[in-house]
């Protein structure tokens, strides 16, 4: 079935770049999307790309699709404090592309 | 606010008790789910509604049954809670057709089972 495969943890320092990791196993998904979930939250949708695409770009993120390896990532851009918190990863669950399946979550700690 | 509204926000039942968590949109979607998350686990899908009169399983469905009661409501009923159902439950509904808008979430139940 589908899966949604991410690391857990990231930590970076104020300023630098992030990087999450991301790979699925449904090439049918339309949409690919990262969530973000800061702590006693819900999840937010953070930005999200179309399967046709290779890179999207949102002030300070980017998200590369590379769809022969299933293979997409986020990039945080000047990382701050206030984006510390669990990335969620994910595709569509059903063909009609309505329900998903979401990665384990990457947590993101950044230091000053 | 509009949004997802989700009812209790805390519950602790013992094993064999039942309860109904209630969510409730008011942003007109058509799709509605509901999902559990688990430490190290993420979230995954127990049960979702693509528009009003359907349901379909998830990825995780055994011990749970829902109700799409109308447009709006959305419920998740534990006939007979066992500790492993001890999670945060979240529902969230989305616009069919406007899949790039995502879904919107509510703040979660959290529930414990002793």
């Known amino acids: 079935g589908e899966d949604v495969e991410q690391s857990l943890f990231l930590s970076v320092r104020e300023g630098d770049s992030s990087v999450i990791n991301c790979t699925y196993t449904?090439?049918?998904?339309?949409?690919l999307y990262w969530y973000k979930q800061e702590p006693g939250a819900g999840l937010q949708l953070l930005t999200y790309?179309?399967?046709?695409?290779d890179m999207k770009q949102d002030q300070r993120l980017t998200v590369l699709l590379n769809k022969k390896d299933k293979h997409l990532s986020l990039r945080i851009a000047d990382t701050q404090t206030g984006d510390s918190a669990i990335y969620f990863c994910?595709?569509?669950?059903?063909?009609?592309?309505?329900?998903?399946?979401f990665g384990k979550g990457t947590t993101l700690s950044v230091s000053s | 606010n509009a949004g997802v509204t989700q009812t209790p926000k805390f519950q602790v039942l013992k094993t064999g008790q039942s309860m109904t968590l209630q969510c409730a949109q008011d942003?007109?979607?058509?799709?509605m789910y509901w999902y559990r998350q688990d430490p190290g686990m993420g979230l995954r899908l127990i049960y979702y509604?693509?528009?009003?009169?359907?349901?379909d399983k998830g990825e995780v469905p055994n011990g749970y049954n829902v109700s799409r009661l109308n447009k709006r409501e959305f419920s998740l009923r534990l006939e007979s809670a066992a500790p492993s159902q001890t999670s945060v439950y979240f529902c969230?509904?989305?616009?069919?057709?406007?899949?790039?808008?995502?879904?919107?979430f509510g703040s979660g139940t959290r529930l414990t089972v002793v």
């Open positions: 449904d090439s049918s998904s339309t949409y």
């Open positions: 969230a509904s989305s616009e069919a057709g406007r899949e790039n808008y995502g879904y919107t």
């Open positions: 942003m007109n979607h058509n799709s």
């Open positions: 790309i179309f399967s046709n695409m």
């Open positions: 994910a595709e569509s669950f059903n063909q009609a592309g309505t329900a998903l399946i």
């Open positions: 509604s693509a528009s009003e009169g359907t349901t």
